[in-house]
């Protein structure tokens, strides 16, 4: 498959599947654990948390909400873990104020979770794009106590954009171009795009619900937040992490492939290693889902 044909598919990258069906009400919860945190500039973002014990912050993928980590919730909150996730500013039950879909801004309400919540010692569990979130937070906060280790999965990470010094990577025009369909129909480009983030066992409903997942997320989000994830440049900033690190990627990763991704990426903060999983695709957290909740729990507990 030629280099750009990939590309046509990227990122739905975060958009891997989750679990179906309507969400329940949410239970009333204790102050300490507030159904929505207030980020610096108003916008209210939801919070899930599920369990006790040591923190776990699930971090989600591109267009993709809170839900998508119900399965690793579910089980891992079980197994004696505090597990956090939240809705990104307009995605899910959150506020769409229609701007801040940057990366400085997403690390500032990342910031605004942690410190609300207390978080101490957390292991962060980044999906995709969201890599980008927790690696700006710590630019910012580099001594931070609220982080104890990373991992990166299915990750987007280092860069993703042809430069003269990353030739491997994607001309900024093959992004543009699939931008443009954005604008005129999301909803086809979804349905054009999907196959590829799950295995043929996948079931109908599991696949449809990723779509239903993405049309609920802003369309301005959508747009302004592929954009940064596409543009940025992370190389210096993941060479400079000292926090223990791992990266688990599919080798059939067709929105973010191994190659372009995890594999030079892992080789760049000083505490790192990287775990394939063969025929594992985008949306590995949905297809591999009883070796991931292993992965992650040995990680945390690790």
Not at 81 to 107: F, K, Q, V
Not at 232 to 249: E, G, K, Y
């Amino acid at each position: 498959m030629k280099r750009r044909d990939v590309f046509s598919t990227v990122l739905a990258g975060g958009a891997a599947l989750a679990l179906a069906g309507t969400p329940a009400r949410a239970a009333p919860r204790a102050a300490a654990n507030p159904a929505w945190v207030t980020a610096a500039d108003g916008t209210r973002l939801y919070v899930r948390i599920w369990g006790a014990g040591a923190p776990i912050l699930f971090l989600s993928g591109w267009a993709l909400s809170s839900e998508m980590w119900a399965y690793q919730m579910a089980a891992l909150s079980e197994r004696g873990l505090r597990c956090i996730a939240y809705d990104r500013r307009g995605h899910g039950r959150s506020d769409d104020p229609g701007a801040g879909y940057d990366y400085a801004t997403l690390a500032g309400d990342l910031d605004a979770i942690l410190t609300a919540l207390d978080v101490k010692g957390a292991t962060v569990v980044a999906h995709s794009m969201s890599g980008g979130e927790i690696l700006s937070y710590l630019a910012k906060q580099p001594a931070a106590k609220r982080v104890a280790r990373i991992l990166f999965l299915a990750t987007t990470l280092p860069c993703l954009t042809a430069k003269p010094d990353n030739p491997a990577g994607v001309p900024a025009g093959a992004f543009d171009q699939m931008r443009r369909q954005f604008y005129t129909d999301f909803p086809q480009w979804i349905d054009a795009n999907s196959d590829a983030f799950v295995v043929p066992e996948t079931s109908p409903l599991m696949r449809g619900w990723i779509k239903n997942i993405m049309l609920r997320t802003s369309l301005r989000a959508i747009i302004d937040l592929n954009r940064a994830m596409t543009a940025a440049d992370f190389r210096d900033i993941l060479s400079a992490v000292t926090l223990p690190t791992l990266f688990i990627h599919g080798d059939k990763d067709a929105s973010a492939p191994l190659a372009l991704t995890a594999q030079p990426a892992s080789q760049l903060p000083k505490r790192s290693s990287l775990n394939v999983y063969e025929g594992a695709p985008h949306g590995l957290f949905a297809t591999h889902i009883g070796r991931l909740n292993a992965d992650i729990e040995a990680f945390a507990r690790g």
